[in-house]
């Protein structure tokens, strides 16, 4: 994708600050990426802590693939925050249709022009307990559905002992280690020309969380649940934070 010159210049100021901290933070091992396509492409990683957005932006931008995260609209109108965002062409996800057929226009045409979007399917951090995948949304199989594109998953797994998901302090000692691998693209190709209705979706997503889980375990060297968590068989809701049993509301959640 050609990134605008004040797109560029944004991206290398982000890149001066957030590169250093991140490589003081922890040591990295990026595996398999040159699996990425050379064009446009889906990248769709695991999300367990609030730092994953980083991980997963700093290997893409040291491949030279500018990161285009779908963000939660409210981050835009954060002071300081918000300018970066947009001069970065980072895509707005709100929760109305109409929001989100917009934000997924937008994806599309970064990724059209040989950009890089990054969409977790999961919509939030992780609510299993062993912060493995859970039920993924639909937004990534719609997107590449529509226009043909490939989606690459990604699993990372390391991050999280840095900074716990819904945590409020970094663990920095001892140094901790993150850990990337990119896999090959999902092969989707047993949906083309099938309707995009709610049961083609929802199998073109499992097949996604399945090759995000696969990758992950062999980064772990753990088996994964036979059974993917899902939040609503858990009375938890889809977004935002949730409070595990025998947790003070407030007190982040601690995980291994």
């Not at 995009?196 to 969380?209: F, N, P, R, Y």
């Amino acid at each position: 994708m050609k990134e605008s010159a004040k797109s560029r210049a944004t991206f290398v100021f982000i890149a001066a600050i957030a590169r250093p901290l991140l490589n003081l933070m922890m040591s990295k091992t990026w595996e398999g990426t040159k699996k990425l396509p050379a064009g446009g492409f889906i990248a769709a990683p695991n999300h367990c802590t609030e730092i994953d957005p980083l991980v997963v932006g700093h290997m893409l931008y040291n491949q030279k693939r500018a990161p285009h995260f779908l963000a939660k609209a409210g981050l835009f109108k954060v002071p300081g925050l918000g300018p970066l965002l947009r001069a970065t062409k980072q895509v707005p996800v709100e929760r109305s249709t109409t929001g989100a057929n917009r934000s997924l226009q937008v994806a599309q045409e970064i990724v059209a022009e040989g950009g890089a979007i990054i969409i977790y399917p999961e919509g939030t951090l992780t609510r299993d307990p062993d912060l493995w995948p859970m039920k993924g949304h639909t937004g990534a199989a719609r997107l590449a559905l529509e226009g043909d594109i490939p989606v690459v998953p990604i699993a990372h797994w390391g991050a999280h002992e840095v900074f716990p998901r819904y945590g409020k302090t970094f663990h920095l000692f001892p140094r901790k280690r993150s850990r990337v691998v990119v896999g090959d693209p999902v092969d989707l190709s047993a949906f083309r020309g099938r309707p995009l209705d709610k049961a083609t979706l929802t199998e073109a997503t499992e097949l996604i969380m399945d090759a995000i889980t696969a990758l992950l375990a062999d980064l772990r060297g753990e088996q994964p649940p036979a059974q993917r968590w899902d939040p609503a068989k858990q009375q938890q809701a889809k977004h935002g934070r949730f409070v595990e049993r025998g947790q003070q509301p407030g007190t982040g959640t601690e995980a291994s």
